[in-house]
């Protein structure tokens, strides 16, 4: 069982890294905001606007389409900040957008330029796992990990009899 947990952790670390080295290579080498694999981009819920559907803290995979319809989650450029809410309506100003728990629609049309993707799966609560191991003490985490699996990989706890 505790081979079982260990490879697990080292699977999900080895995936953070992953994510977290294609993400700064891409933004590094083409300054992409939001790297895309394949036109998969993902995407960490900030705030409680599409609540209950979306919660703050959940990881969101989104896909660039060439369509996107009423009743669509999409992610959205505004002024520098990515936002995802519910195409509620096409007009000839562009797209109504609406969060789920505002009362009242988003004030400015999207244009089609400004939309990142649609939303394809919510994966509740692991963004804030992405956005800790973003912080100084995630990292530092992440590097103390990687040493002890790399300096010590054969190690096991073992009970005192």
């Avoid at 700064?24 to 998969?40: C, R, T, V």
């Avoid at 559907?53 to 319809?69: M, N, R």
């Avoid at 956005?131 to 990989?153: D, H, K, N, Q, S």
């Amino acid at each position: 069982m505790r081979k079982l947990s260990k490879n697990v952790v080292l699977i999900l670390m080895v995936i953070v890294i992953i994510i977290n080295a294609w993400q700064l290579f891409s933004n590094m080498m083409w300054k992409d905001q939001l790297p895309a694999i394949f036109g998969y981009s993902q995407v960490i819920v900030l705030t409680g606007s599409m609540e209950p559907v979306i919660s703050a803290g959940d990881l969101l995979i989104i896909h660039q389409e060439e369509l996107y319809q009423e009743g669509d989650i999409i992610s959205y450029w505004d002024n520098g900040s990515l936002i995802t809410h519910r195409f509620i309506e096409n007009t000839a100003d562009g797209i109504i957008t609406k969060g789920d728990y505002n009362n009242v629609a988003d004030r400015v049309p999207v244009q089609t330029d400004q939309i990142a993707g649609r939303v394809i799966v919510v994966i509740p609560g692991i963004g804030n796992i992405f956005m800790f191991f973003r912080t100084v003490p995630g990292r530092l985490l992440i590097l103390l990990a990687v040493v002890l699996f790399v300096c010590f990989p054969g190690q096991t706890v073992r009970k005192s009899e």
